[in-house]
């Protein structure tokens, strides 16, 4: 199904008037081209021009519509499956056992992401007095159509309220009228971040929404821990198996941020070499 569909996009994907991007190179040179572009001052996507950087967008928004059917085909009795599945194995992971501080996603129906409601469940208090074995959690706020996200802790699940979008949302005040805890201002690093995203492959390519948000804030995480020498927080995204895609079908630029490794209903698929010792 999704393999027929991403056959029939790669073929209208080369009418384009430049060529996709270049086959998938290793997660090192992946890794190395954002801190470079991390450490220069912000500016256009380097080394692409303006046609280029069009092409580039034009194949992701046709990849994303033959993803986007291949998640709406897929029956509610498979999406639970998977749900489940995935949960499961992250739940029973030493990695995610041993993380202190962590930031994830409030997954949303409506659009078809990885349920994430046991994981949370796992990291707050179950009840008073439990407060010691519960995680450091921050979910994401998005602030703006320019971007800019925010990743809030949380302590309940009653912190969460519903957005213009209807998507749940931490307040930016708790019930105290105290501001919440902007991971970027917390005094200590996160050890892992749970991402959504659109699309994925086993080289740690990940195709997001289009909004670029995730991106944007995982650059300005990365450059706030390496100005504090803290280490690097594993990135790990949460993929349907019909998410996943072959090698060097998903198109990159300068600023998307490669993953750490996958986790999808047939196990983790650990892909950096931190990955690979941690996993």
């Known amino acids: 199904m999704i393999k027929n569909a991403v056959a029939s996009l790669m073929v209208r994907l080369h ?6 991007a270049a086959p998938a190179s290793t997660y090192h040179h992946h890794a190395r081209r954002l801190q470079l572009s991390a450490s220069t001052s912000v500016r256009p996507a380097a080394a692409m021009s303006t046609t280029a950087e069009q092409a580039v967008a034009d194949q992701k928004r046709a990849l994303r519509t033959e993803v986007r059917k291949a998640l ?13 599945a995935i949960q499961t194995t992250i739940l029973d992971s030493s990695w995610f056992k041993a993380s202190k501080r962590l930031c994830a996603y409030i997954s949303c129906k409506q659009l078809r992401e990885v349920d994430t409601t046991k994981i949370l469940a796992e990291c707050l208090p179950s009840s008073p007095g439990q407060e010691e074995l519960a995680k450091d959690l921050y979910v994401p706020r998005v602030e703006d159509k320019n971007r800019n996200m925010r990743m809030l802790k949380i302590t309940t699940m009653d912190d969460l309220v519903k957005n213009s979008m209807n998507i749940l949302e931490p307040s930016p ?10 991971v970027l201002s917390a005094s200590s690093p996160v050890d892992l971040f749970l ?9 740690g390519r990940r195709l997001g929404r289009g909004g670029g948000y995730y991106d944007t804030f995982l650059l300005k995480y990365q450059e706030l ?3 504090k020498g803290w280490n690097r927080p594993l990135l790990v995204a949460l993929s349907y198996s019909v998410q996943i895609l072959e090698e060097g079908i998903i198109p990159i630029n300068s600023t998307d941020v490669p993953i750490d490794a996958l986790v ?4 983790v698929i650990p892909i950096s070499p931190a ?4 996993m």
């Open 173 to 182: 005040v708790d019930a105290n009228g105290n501001n919440r805890e902007d």
């Open 15 to 20: 009418h384009l008037p430049l060529p996709r």
């Open 264 to 267: 999808s209903s047939s196990g």
């Open 225 to 227: 821990a390496k100005e």
């Open 72 to 84: 709406k085909a897929l029956s509610p009795d498979q999406r639970a499956s998977e749900d489940l």
């Open 195 to 203: 991402l959504p995203g659109q699309a994925f492959d086993r080289t």
């Open 275 to 278: 990955a690979l010792e941690m």
